[in-house]
């Protein structure tokens, strides 16, 4: 194996996926002051706002792809996106203990006090290069008001003199960005995390494709990549050299592998006597890895070597997600049965360097977040535990509806074979995309695979870092 972990190395960017790219103008207007009652005053700037997705893809399935910012208090046409950062008006709402915005363009924001006095801007409150406020949780007074107020005549910006004597500042663009309007809060879940498009067998027609050498090179590469796996769940990188060290390579360029008992990265190959099925040359059922985890790798990467002449030892693969809406559709008491039962997976042994472990982890076949979309999918029928924490009269409902649920994932319009070339790396996302092997027979050569994970937090951020760096993202 090789050094443990990887240092992080310089991140670079690309465009697309904009989720919600907003690029506020600074405006000036007359300066104001009044005491705790409502006031109005003028601003002349405007912010575009633009929200795009990665080119190409097919039916977005998941979240809302199509919010501009900010909701209106009063209907009006707006198609080109268009926002203002200036005031109109300002208002206190003592009875509701909340400061309203009115914007030049129309739009309203409510922002309560508790949270304009926790988040002021100003340098006491808050270190721009930590990104971190300053504010202590026991200085702050949730029946805290303001007493007066101010704007600047240059920028704008706000500034609030609260019950408490201190002098918060708040930049205008800053607070329209940050509205609690429906819309502005589905932008900023686009910028966690984009929606995904589901997919079945058309998929391998046209694989999602990254070359090797271009996302080293160029941020927009490596971003396009990153949309890729966010988006469809697996990315296919070409052209890679064949030694161990290139799956390190790339991973310098987005962060650091996850490491786990098999070590920082793994061998895939026969051995004499292994502690894995997968260093047989077995077929392998569809399956997630790690599941034994509590938290499993968000994403596994499988490096092409060498590929062996014979017959088998193609990968299956299938997008999971897609499957469990089609049983959702299909049989919903099966698909509550798989989202709400919990399931054992174990893995324990020795491992090369002498390493022992025992791992030991309990999750549904399908787990949901709370809106009720598919969040993750554990399945590994060869880890999994002859240990079952249900009732006796829940099992066979489970065997029922899980046999059910994976005919459904071989169904011919949902899994895809593929066999891999030397030189390529697939790159899927181990929550969503289920893989298994055909069993080989090698008449010559030797097939090796070097694996290794990431983490989705990691590679959103690394996401996010390239937008900010190409101009995408402004927040």
Not at 146 to 159: A, Q
Not at 285 to 310: N, V
Not at 314 to 336: C, G, H
Request: neutral net charge; aromatic residues 10%; proline residues 4%.
């Amino acid at each position: 194996m090789m050094s443990a972990y990887l240092m992080r190395s310089g991140l670079n960017p690309s465009r697309q996926f904009s989720a919600a790219a907003s690029t506020f103008f600074k405006c000036s207007k007359a300066t104001l002051q009044k005491s705790a009652a409502s006031t109005s005053f003028s601003k002349n700037s405007q912010a575009s706002v633009s929200l795009s997705r990665f080119p190409g893809l097919r039916t977005i399935t998941t979240g809302n792809n199509t919010g501009i910012v900010g909701q209106r208090a009063e209907p009006a046409s707006n198609p080109e996106g268009i926002v203002s950062a200036c005031f109109q008006r300002i208002s206190l709402l003592g009875d509701e203990w909340m400061l309203e915005a009115r914007w030049k363009d129309g739009f309203r924001s409510k922002y309560p006090y508790i949270w304009l006095r926790d988040n002021c801007q100003c340098p006491s409150c808050f270190c721009p290069s930590s990104a971190s406020r300053r504010v202590l949780l026991r200085d702050l007074d949730p029946s805290i008001v303001p007493v007066s107020f101010t704007t600047s005549e240059d920028s704008g910006d706000l500034e609030i003199l609260w019950s408490d004597g201190h002098r918060g500042l708040y930049m205008s663009d800053w607070l329209r960005e940050r509205s609690f309007s429906e819309d502005t809060r589905e932008r900023r879940r686009l910028i966690r995390s984009p929606p995904r498009t589901l997919w079945g067998s058309d998929i391998l027609s046209d694989l999602p494709v990254a070359n090797f050498h271009d996302v080293l090179r160029e941020d927009e590469a490596l971003l396009e990549l990153i949309q890729k796996l966010e988006a469809l769940g697996l990315v296919i990188v070409q052209d890679t050299p064949l030694q161990q060290e290139a799956i390190f390579t790339l991973t310098n360029r987005l962060g650091y592998i996850k490491q786990t008992h098999y070590g920082v990265t793994f061998v895939v190959k026969s051995r004499v006597s292994p502690n894995n099925l997968a260093y047989t040359a077995d077929s392998l059922d569809m399956h997630s890895d790690i599941p034994y985890f509590e938290y499993k790798p968000g994403i596994q990467l499988l490096h092409c070597i060498s590929q062996a002449k014979g017959t088998g030892g193609s990968n299956n693969l299938v997008d999971s997600f897609n499957v469990a809406r089609q049983l959702q559709e299909l049989d919903l008491e099966k698909f509550q049965i798989l989202t709400t039962v919990p399931v054992d997976f174990i893995d324990h042994g020795v491992e090369e360097d002498g390493l022992n472990f025992y791992a030991l982890a309990k999750h549904p076949l399908i787990r949901l977040d709370k809106n009720g979309e598919v969040q993750a999918v554990t399945l590994n029928q060869m880890v999994r535990d002859s240990f079952f924490p249900v009732s006796v009269e829940k099992v066979r409902p489970w065997y029922e509806a899980m046999v059910t649920y994976y005919r459904m994932l071989l169904h011919p319009n949902n899994v895809i074979s593929y066999k891999m070339k030397e030189g390529y790396i697939l790159v899927f996302d181990n929550q969503r995309v289920l893989h298994g092997r055909e069993g080989y027979l090698v008449t010559e050569g030797t097939r090796e695979l070097h694996g290794c994970y990431w983490d989705w937090d990691m590679v959103r951020s690394c996401r996010r870092v390239l937008q900010r760096k190409l101009g995408i993202l402004k927040t």
